[in-house]
């Protein structure tokens, strides 16, 4: 299991219901959370198999939304 985290700009309880689908779409996502109360909307997703960083960005660009990683 890994974890990744990321910086966005989901900022509302609205648009996490917007983007919640994708994650869905995924068998490999096992949990996902966008924290909308810290600075930087963090996104974190635990996940296993080959989700890469690179795939959770183009999907969530794709959605409209700002993605980038984060450091652990």
Known sequence: ?????????????KKVKH???LFRRFSNIH???IDLED???????EA???LTEN???KFVNSM????EPLPE
């Open 1 to 13: 299991m890994k974890l990744l985290i990321f910086r966005t700009d989901i900022k509302t309880k």
């Open 19 to 21: 983007i919640s689908p």
């Open 31 to 33: 949990k996902w959370y």
């Open 39 to 45: 600075v930087d909307n963090v996104l974190k997703i």
């Open 48 to 50: 296993s198999g080959n």
């Open 55 to 57: 795939d959770v960005v």
């Open 64 to 67: 409209g939304f700002y993605c």
